[in-house]
């Protein structure tokens, strides 16, 4: 059984940095493609960033480029997001997903872990 | 960037109902197209891959058609664990989400 846990959210100060982890269990994760999607409180689904199986191939969502980085790391089996420059607009909670069989960056989004809420504010 | 819109925003139906939701994409993405429901307090589930496909473990009564800028989540009769938030995700091009409908009694 797949499993995504994420971990690592908290309230935080506009300006700063927050990383995120997701632990993956029940599937080979160096074989998948990964993301992060997030959703406001209230609000739809953002798409935040993505990252190819072998971590060659990474995408970011307009309103986190040059803030986020993705990275995922295959012997430890775990999905990452550091999160610079925190603004209020980042309030959200951040699901882990990982992708579905198929050829990056055209997959959907099969997996998703509860989710971990960070808050942005002073 | 493509811009997916669905209708209707809410949708008022009662069990056993058939439903219908349209996601409209702002260009082509062929059959790049995904399902997903939600539950509040929970995680989004995928239900439809590739405009028509039914993920493994989803009822039967949910469907997916549709291919080019047209799509729709049909929900053959309408069962009380239906009731949550529909979301269509377009991924030809990025990852897109429409911004929701809203199903409820």
Not at chain 1, 64 to 82: A, C, H, M, P
Not at chain 1, 103 to 115: A, E, K, L, S, T
Not at chain 2, 79 to 98: E, H, S, V
Request: charged residues 15%.
């Amino acid at each position: 059984e797949v499993q995504l846990l994420e971990s690592g959210g908290a309230l935080v100060q506009p300006g700063g940095s927050l990383r995120l982890s997701c632990a993956a269990s029940g599937f080979t994760f160096r074989l998948y493609a990964m993301s992060w999607v997030r959703q406001a409180p209230g609000k739809g689904l953002e798409w935040v960033s993505s990252i190819s199986a072998g971590g060659d191939g990474i995408d970011y969502g307009d309103s986190v480029k040059g803030r986020f980085l993705i990275s995922k790391d295959n012997s430890e089996i775990t999905l990452y997001l550091q999160m610079h420059g925190l603004r209020a607009e980042d309030t959200a909670v951040y699901y882990c997903v990982k992708h579905g069989d198929g050829n990056y960056p055209n997959v959907d989004f099969q997996h998703w872990g509860p989710g971990t809420l960070v808050a942005v504010s002073s | 960037d493509i811009q997916l819109t669905q209708s209707p925003s809410t949708l008022s139906a009662s069990v056993g109902d058939r439903v219908a939701i349209s996601c409209r994409a702002s260009q082509t993405i062929a059959a790049w197209l995904a399902w997903y429901q939600q539950k509040p307090g929970r995680a989004p589930n995928l239900l439809i891959y590739n405009a028509s496909n039914l993920e493994s473990g989803v009822p039967s009564r949910f469907s997916g058609s549709g291919s080019g800028t047209e799509f729709t989540l049909t929900i053959s009769s309408l069962q009380p664990d239906d009731f949550a938030t529909y979301y269509c995700q377009q991924y030809k091009t990025y990852w897109t989400f429409g911004q929701g409908t809203k199903v409820e009694f």
